[in-house]
């Protein structure tokens, strides 16, 4: 496995800590198309990582990629993600820009990280007629 395939699937599995914030709905009215579906998932992944639902998470969430990289490292997605979902009280977070690019999208999201804004953004791919979590930027300093 190459670094940046490790790397994405380290993040995968710690992407419910980076998104941990206040309460909250993802809004999901003002986009449109493609873009409204990307910020879709990222409203189903919220509502079941927010309800602790680690086999939704990994079953409907997130790519195949990254739970074959997790995999890989001899633990089971619903078993890294229940390790995560372990830290987090609430997810909450706001989808402020939705690019999609053929089968592959990036948001642009906004949420708390140690009780201050942060912005990051989740990156997605498109499988069958779906679009699924693949990974997410390097994250907010926690200074």
């Excluded at 997605?124 to 907010?140: A, D, F, H, N, Y």
Aim: aromatic content about 4%; charged content about 25%.
């Amino acid at each position: 496995m190459r670094t940046s395939q490790l790397r994405a699937v380290l993040l995968a599995t710690a992407l419910p800590i980076a998104l941990a914030g206040c309460a909250g709905a993802v809004s999901t009215g003002s986009f449109k198309g493609e873009a409204h579906q990307v910020a879709e998932r990222i409203a189903s992944f919220q509502k079941d990582a927010g309800e602790g639902d680690q086999r939704k998470v990994c079953a409907d969430d997130l790519a195949a990629t990254l739970r074959e990289g997790i995999a890989r490292f001899g633990r089971s997605c619903e078993e890294a993600v229940k390790e995560q979902l372990k830290a987090v009280e609430e997810i909450a977070m706001t989808v402020k820009a939705v690019q999609v690019s053929g089968t592959r999208a990036r948001a642009k999201v906004e949420s708390a990280y140690w009780g201050k804004a942060c912005t990051n953004e989740l990156y997605l791919v498109k499988e069958g007629s779906q679009w699924r979590i693949s990974g997410i930027g390097p994250g907010c300093p926690r200074s």
